[in-house]
C-alpha cells in the first residue's frame, strides 16, 4: 500500500510541474471565470437559469475538452516510461507491477478530476457569495457524470498506453478514439434520432454510455 501511494504522490508531482498542468487548471478555472463575467447566471434557456445555467454550459464544454486533455496527457504515461526505461528502474525496486498500474491511474485521477471538480466548487461558492440559489441536486449530478467521465477516458488511456509500444502511435490513437467518440457516434445518435429510427430513451441511454 505505501508503494503504491509512493507511486500516486510521484505521479502527482510530475504532473503538476508539467506545463500542461497550469493549462488544464487555468482553462476550466477561466471558463467558471467567463462564464460570470459574460452574465449566464442572469440568463435563461429551457427552463435553466442561475447557477443551473451556469452549470449546464460548464458540463457541455467539459464533456468536449476534458476526453483530449485526459487522452494526450496520460496517453504517454506507460509509453513514455517504458520508453525512457523508467518503467524497468522502477519495477527494479521492491514494487509490483499492480502497484505500478494502480498508483499511476490514482494519481493520475487526482490531477484530471480535481481541477474540474474544484472549478465548479468554485462557482458554488461565489454563487453563495452573489446570493444565488444553489442547485444541489443538478451540483451533485454532474459531479458524477465528471467521475464517471474521468475515469472512463482515463481507463482508455491507460489501456491504449499499455497496449501501444510507441508513444507517438498511442497519441495518434488517442485522437482517433477521441473523435470516434465525441463526434462519430454523436452525430450518428443525432440522425438516428432525427429521423425517429429508434426511441428517443435509447438514444439517450446510448449516449450516456
Not at 527494479?92 to 474544484?118: D, E, M, N
Not at 491504449?160 to 462519430?184: H, R, T
Request: no cysteine.
Amino acid at each position: 500500500m505505501n508503494n503504491l501511494l509512493l507511486i500516486a504522490f510521484l505521479d502527482v508531482k510530475e504532473s503538476v510541474r508539467a506545463k500542461w498542468f497550469m493549462v488544464y487548471t487555468i482553462v476550466f478555472g477561466g471558463l467558471i471565470a467567463l462564464f460570470f463575467i459574460a452574465g449566464v447566471t442572469e440568463s435563461q434557456v429551457m427552463g435553466f437559469s442561475g447557477l443551473s445555467r451556469l452549470l449546464l454550459m460548464y458540463i457541455q464544454v467539459t464533456i468536449v475538452i476534458l476526453p483530449i486533455f485526459i487522452l494526450v496527457t496520460t496517453v504517454r504515461s506507460i509509453s513514455g516510461d517504458r520508453d525512457n526505461h523508467i518503467l524497468e528502474y522502477m519495477l527494479s525496486f521492491p514494487i509490483s507491477l499492480w502497484q505500478y498500474y494502480w498508483g499511476k491511474i490514482i494519481g493520475r485521477f487526482a490531477t484530471v478530476f480535481l481541477p474540474v471538480f474544484v472549478a465548479m466548487i468554485l462557482a458554488l461558492i461565489i454563487g453563495l457569495f452573489k446570493g444565488a440559489n444553489i442547485p444541489w441536486s443538478i451540483f451533485l449530478l454532474y459531479s458524477g457524470l465528471l467521475f464517471a467521465l474521468s475515469s472512463s477516458f482515463l481507463g482508455i488511456a491507460f489501456l491504449i498506453s499499455s497496449i501501444v509500444k510507441s508513444s507517438e502511435v498511442a497519441l495518434g490513437l488517442s485522437f482517433f478514439v477521441w473523435i470516434f467518440l465525441l463526434a462519430f457516434i454523436d452525430i450518428a445518435l443525432i440522425s438516428l434520432m432525427m429521423q425517429n429510427r429508434l426511441n428517443e430513451e435509447l438514444i439517450i441511454g446510448i449516449s450516456l454510455i
